[in-house]
């Protein structure tokens, strides 16, 4: 967005060139919570994205704040050693990776200080933190892991198409070429979208296009399916024109198309050879489980990680065939169905009653009859229903990043003596093991899930004993 300034006086403008235009020289002492470079500048923090611990860097200040400054990174005089070549030639602009300029083995310990923090940050104390039992993290490649993405698409004054990702701290899109950390049917797709979108004849009609590679679509392996937001209505032209890229490679396309101005979903046309509905996007779980979804469903978006976070959760619940376990925020059963093949009763929990739906679905495809899904708000209280009234050995939580500050609150009241909790937001998990521990809880076993690497985003698995 432009910023206009009005021009008083002579002195103002002088000020505000000088600002703008005077470099200075760093050194870098520690990255924050985002992965952003911190030093000392004027007494004050500085931050300068792209930067490393320990780097001495040429910056140029962007903006001064009463208690810290903004700095963009001009040159790296002095690198760290831990500093390599950033594999993605969109990596300076695009925000969707924040550590490519990191060594991989500097990631994950760089992650586990972040969750470390913020548990300090919590209250619990400096002694407890320095005596985690941390456990071997889980990752997989570092790159070509995301099977799920939703592409922005911008049009310029002269109505061609800019093609990609948000630009760091901005909402302006970066073109991109090629992504690495997508999945490999997906990682060269842009340019075929700038190709076939100019040939549209219906300009800045698109908001946006979701890529989803599943295990299975419409009986047929490693295709990718297209989920088109269509802010104008298509016509006969443009249909056929995605019905022939769809047919060339192999994809399949649903629009979801909304009057202008208006955000609800609306009809839905498919231009592949067989409708898409729930029901053809599937992935596989180990045991021979197939979990079905829609494209509107939330999935681990890397499935290899995720295999080896359910193998996990599994070794560590140690489930027994007489354990009766409680999985709250369930989803699509990810857990749930792998669990119940070991236990006698699995009861899930989820807030949104369509993904309940889907994971009884889910349970009757697979052969599943232990298993019990309930919709319930798990914010709320929930004590009080018929589901929870069950003798519990075990529970299982996944929230989303809000974390389940009331879920635990209540689950702590059950006197269950094994909890485990899987994180994707370090911030909430270490409010929420805070509340765990001040019930009488013990953190037995806690590890990294590294499910989206070269980002600041920390997944964590935690195991809790009364």
Not at 95 to 113: R, T
Not at 343 to 363: S, Y
Request: charged share 25%.
């Amino acid at each position: 967005m432009a910023n206009f300034f009005k021009e008083n006086t002579k002195k103002q403008v002088n000020k505000k060139l000088k600002k703008t235009t005077q470099t200075n020289t760093v050194i870098i002492d520690r990255l924050d919570l985002n992965g952003c470079g911190v030093g000392r500048y004027q007494q004050k923090p500085i931050f300068v994205t792209g930067s490393l611990p320990s780097e001495t860097v040429e910056i140029r200040i962007i903006e001064q704040k009463n208690k810290y400054i903004l700095a963009k990174l001009l040159n790296v005089n002095k690198a760290s050693e831990h500093r390599i070549d950033a594999q993605c030639q969109h990596f300076s602009l695009c925000g969707g990776c924040d550590l490519q300029h990191l060594d991989y083995a500097e990631q994950l310990l760089f992650k586990q200080k972040k969750v470390a923090e913020l548990l300090s940050r919590s209250g619990i104390s400096s002694e407890l933190i320095n005596q985690l039992p941390w456990q071997k993290p889980i990752k997989s490649s570092q790159w070509h892991y995301r099977r799920k993405a939703r592409i922005g698409v911008q049009f310029d004054k002269n109505s061609q198409a800019i093609i990609g990702f948000r630009q760091k701290a901005t909402n302006q899109l970066v073109s991109i070429k090629s992504c690495p950390v997508l999945v490999k049917p997906a990682a060269d797709i842009f340019q075929i979208l700038k190709v076939l979108l100019a040939k549209l004849t219906v300009k800045k009609a698109i908001g946006h296009i979701e890529v989803i590679s599943a295990d299975v679509v419409n009986d047929k392996n490693n295709n990718l399916t297209l989920v088109v937001r269509q802010i104008r209505t298509i016509n006969a032209h443009d249909r056929q024109l995605w019905q022939e890229y769809a047919e060339k490679y192999c994809w399949t396309v649903q629009f979801l198309e909304s009057k202008k101005g208006q955000e609800s979903r609306g009809e839905q046309s498919n231009t592949s050879a067989s409708e898409l509905s729930y029901g053809e996007l599937s992935y596989q779980l180990h045991d021979d489980i197939d979990i079905y979804f829609s494209n509107t469903d939330f999935i681990q978006i890397n499935q290899s990680v995720n295999l080896a976070m359910i193998e996990q959760a599994l070794a560590w619940l140690m489930p027994e065939p007489n354990d009766q376990v409680l999985d709250l925020f369930c989803g699509l059963g990810n857990f749930s169905l792998p669990l119940a093949k070991k236990v006698t009763k699995v009861v899930g929990v989820e807030g949104i009653q369509t993904m309940v739906d889907k994971a009884l679905t889910n349970a009757k495809i697979n052969k599943i009859d232990n298993c019990q899904f309930y919709q319930a708000d798990l914010n709320s209280q929930w004590l009080s229903s018929s589901w929870a009234k069950n003798n519990f050995t075990k529970v299982l939580l996944d929230p989303a990043r809000a974390g389940a500050e009331q879920a635990v609150e209540q689950v702590s009241q059950l006197n269950i003596a094994i909890i485990l909790y899987v994180s994707c937001d370090p911030t909430t998990l270490a409010r929420d093991s805070k509340i765990l521990l001040d019930k009488g809880y013990k953190i037995v076993k806690i590890g990294l899930i590294d499910m989206f690497s070269q980002t600041k985003h920390v997944e964590t698995m935690v195991l809790f004993q009364r």
